[in-house]
């Protein structure tokens, strides 16, 4: 998606730092005290190589190199390094993993792949060093994730953003702009990335409101871009829950109330948000349907009311993709390191 010739421009280190550090927290720039190692600190990512047989090497990106003698088991070795040295990322390689990897690849590419057509051959190598037990990671990856056709990746795209469309991320800290993010699609590729000083140059003074100042932003953006696929508005805090999927908010109450605007809506956000809203609703409507089935004159429109709620709530895009998207980046994101005990709270401002 993005290539040499894409324009990024906008981001000043503070920007681009808010902007990532709302996905990955552990990326979050510390003091160098900060980084000091104590028997309960995690991070960092473990790489172990074996030969089927043994361990031959055990490396951490925190601590280096890792003293460990003994054989190698599929299914206990990594789980029980990485519980040693606290890692929440780690990856086994068999010895001649990586030379397979690039043989797989080299067999099946073309010099004049998209993209898209790269990055599907890849995960579709790393798929089977995956399940030739090559390859081991921890977090374990679903299973029941299929690997699309290419076809299939580009029609998603697509419906995502359109050729000419851009798709905006703007976030706010209280009443001022924090960081945010506009990205322009030519082709198959992004040629436009915009940061947060691009943005505040190409919308001007703002009123200290993103429920209101969301129209000026996406007025301004259409004016000097193109137009707008999806727009995202929200205070930081909030989004950050959001897409870390920690229970505390989420989506389909947050744009009912309001915390969150998305403007204009696709259909595949609306699908979304409205497939977790229904499940929501069906619910809380279990527990009032149950009690009125006691209820012997209430008991058959009780019992057929609740089997059409149960039908309704099970559509869901799960059911289309053969797994819950917003489930799995959730997942993988709270997997990320956190900021540690005694960093101060605007360590990543």
């Given amino acids: ?126 798929r089977e060093l995956l399940d030739d037990g090559a390859l081991q990671v921890l977090p374990r990856p679903p299973r029941n994730i299929p690997s699309p056709p290419l ?80 727009g995202v508005y929200a205070p930081t805090e909030t989004f950050r829950r959001l897409v870390r999927g920690d229970g505390s908010v989420d989506w389909a109450g947050a744009v009912a109330s309001r915390d969150v605007i998305i403007d204009p809506m696709p259909p595949w956000v609306a699908v979304g948000i409205g497939a977790r809203a229904l499940r929501g609703v069906a619910a809380r409507s279990q527990t009032l349907l149950g009690s009125l089935e006691q209820v012997g004159g209430f008991a058959p429109f009780a019992r057929g009311l609740r089997a059409a709620v149960e039908r309704a709530a099970s559509v869901d895009l799960s059911a289309y993709l053969g797994f819950d998207p917003m489930s799995v980046i959730a997942s993988l994101l709270r997997q990320s390191t956190t900021r540690p005990p005694d960093a101060a709270p605007d360590d990543t401002r």
């Avoid at 421009?9 to 005290?33: C, H, I, K, M, Y």
């Avoid at 000419?164 to 990205?183: P, S």
């Fill in 151 to 230: 076809d299939m990746v580009l029609r998603a795209w697509d419906a995502v953003l359109a050729d000419g469309h851009v798709a905006a991320l703007v976030l706010f800290d209280g009443d001022h702009l924090d960081t945010a993010m506009a990205a322009r699609r030519r082709g198959t590729n992004l040629d436009r990335l915009h940061g947060p000083e691009d943005i505040a140059r190409m919308v001007g003074p703002l009123g200290g409101d993103f429920r209101r100042d969301y129209r000026v932003i996406r007025a301004a953006l259409e004016r000097q871009l193109g137009p707008l696929a999806v």
């Fill in 1 to 126: 998606m993005i290539d040499a010739q894409t324009l990024v421009s906008g981001f000043d280190a503070r920007a681009w730092q808010r902007l990532v550090t709302l996905f990955v927290p552990g990326l979050a720039s510390r003091a160098p005290e900060a980084w000091r190692l104590t028997p309960e600190s995690r991070g960092g990512v473990l790489l172990v190589l074996h030969d089927g047989e043994r361990v031959l090497r055990v490396l951490h990106t925190l601590r280096g190199a890792v003293a460990h003698e003994g054989p190698w088991e599929p299914e206990a070795t990594l789980s029980t390094l990485a519980d040693a040295t606290a890692t929440r990322f780690a990856a086994a390689l068999r010895l001649g993993a990586v030379a397979s990897f690039w043989e797989r690849l080299g067999a099946r590419s073309l010099v004049d792949d998209t993209p898209f057509a790269t990055v599907t051959l890849v995960l579709g190598v790393l």
